[in-house]
């Protein structure tokens, strides 16, 4: 695809929807790569055939998802710029879509099943240690009798994050710190409502502990199994409250 290919006018229906399907394309063609620069608005304006204002929206939209940054000046680092997406930026948009789409819990705990035996797997073989100590040290803070279930949460939510960037792998660990961090305050909500807060307390303690001994061995397929166990136990205690909480 040439130059004045990728650019060719687009139809005028939802315009600046359109600009951002023809720049997707052109990243996904590979024709724009980290670092280069977008045409000048009034240049790609007219290769496109839309408005300036459609480029403005689109430009602000790329913005915002971290796609693009845009420096004002005639200097080298001025223009509109293609960036590599951040981590934090996947993340937040995976957040705020799970968030949005009202997923049934269900479907959010067995992509959450998925994701997390494949990262604590991956973790067996490749945490550090210098993750290890990270762990211990987070299950330490929870092993304190005088944390509530507002400081526990936090705790876990670190724990399994933890866990995913132990695994050597950046999408399954964005993915599984997108989907544990959108699940953050309705769980709270539940553990809020738990009847008995210390029993509930001493058995995540120890299905974490026992968790964290099995990805210190290097176990892969027993920690896979446990975080599996793990997850389903608590949504299956949880699970009632977390759905009446959501509706």
């Given at each position: 695809?040439?130059?004045?290919?990728?650019?060719?006018?687009?139809?005028?229906?939802?315009?600046?929807e359109l600009v951002l399907e023809r720049v997707e394309q052109a990243i996904a063609a590979g024709k724009l790569r980290v670092g280069d620069k977008l045409p000048a608005e009034r240049e790609l304006a007219n290769m496109l055939g839309v408005s300036r204002a459609s480029i403005r929206e689109a430009v602000r939209i790329l913005e915002a998802q971290g796609v693009i940054t845009s420096q004002v000046g005639n200097g080298p680092g001025s223009g509109t710029v293609i960036t590599a997406m951040s981590s934090d930026a996947l993340t937040r948009i995976l957040r705020l879509h799970v968030a949005l789409a009202r997923f049934p819990f269900t479907d959010l705990v067995?992509?959450?099943?998925?994701?997390?035996?494949?990262s604590v797997a991956l973790?067996?073989?490749h945490a550090t240690d210098q993750q290890h100590d990270r762990l211990a040290g987070l299950l330490s803070a929870m092993d304190d009798p005088t944390v509530t279930?507002?400081?526990?949460?936090?705790?876990?939510?670190?724990?399994?994050?933890a866990i995913a960037e132990a695994s050597g792998n950046q999408l399954v660990c964005d993915l599984t710190v997108a989907?544990?961090?959108?699940?953050?305050?309705p769980l709270l909500t539940a553990l809020?409502?738990?009847a008995d807060w210390g029993a509930l307390a001493v058995t995540l303690r120890a299905e974490?502990?026992?968790l964290f001994n099995a990805v210190r061995r290097g176990e892969s397929s027993r920690a896979a199994d446990l975080v599996?166990?793990?997850?389903?136990a608590s949504y299956q205690s949880l699970l009632q409250d977390m759905e009446e909480t959501r509706t």
């Open positions: 695809m040439s130059g004045s290919e990728m650019w060719q006018p687009v139809p005028r229906s939802r315009t600046y067995e992509a959450r099943i998925t994701l997390e035996r494949s973790a067996a073989h279930p507002e400081m526990f949460n936090d705790l876990d939510t670190e724990f399994h994050v989907i544990r961090n959108s699940l953050r305050a809020q409502q738990v974490h502990r026992e599996e166990a793990h997850i389903r």
